[in-house]
């Protein structure tokens, strides 16, 4: 297993000057969704892939009926769900209402555990890119290379 990153180039300005600096840019490895999921607990467990798509489901259901009770959910192995929100400043208390709160959401932080094992996987650097961060890619039967 391992995290992907490509070298990649950001301009910002800085006094006036228009710079350039270099860093290194997460690459999506994929998406993985319920179902492949579902698939890999059915074949490591007792229970059915359909059992457990729906175990998921009632889950998210339940998480949305405790946080929007203002609930902290805590999911142990997989880490808690909060909601929270921006709030706008006011100089008088009777001034505080729900018309200054915005951005509301859900925060989401790992478990211990979970975040551990992601800080300690791998970080390579994917060489299928070219001097300027485009995608190369050679096809297994027409050996062309696609961009």
Do not use: W
């Not at 059915?48 to 889950?59: M, N, S």
């Not at 729900?98 to 951005?103: A, G, M, Q, R, V």
């Amino acid at each position: 297993m391992a995290i992907g990153y490509r070298k990649t180039i950001k301009k910002y300005m800085d006094n006036g000057e228009i710079k350039e600096k270099y860093f290194a840019k997460i690459l999506s490895g994929g998406e993985v969704h319920l179902k492949d999921i579902a698939r890999e607990v059915e074949h490591a467990s007792s229970m059915t892939a359909e059992d457990f798509e729906a175990a998921v489901k009632h889950l998210a259901r339940l998480l949305e009926k405790h946080l929007a009770n203002g609930k902290t959910v805590d999911l142990e192995e997989l880490g808690r769900f909060k909601p929270c929100f921006n709030s706008k400043a006011t100089d008088k208390l009777k001034d505080v209402s729900s018309d200054i709160i915005d951005n509301v959401r859900i925060n989401y932080k790992a478990s211990k555990e979970l975040l551990k094992a992601v800080k300690e996987t791998p970080l390579v650097e994917d060489r299928r890119l070219d001097e300027y961060g485009r995608l190369v890619e050679y096809s297994h039967t027409k050996n062309k290379r696609v961009q």
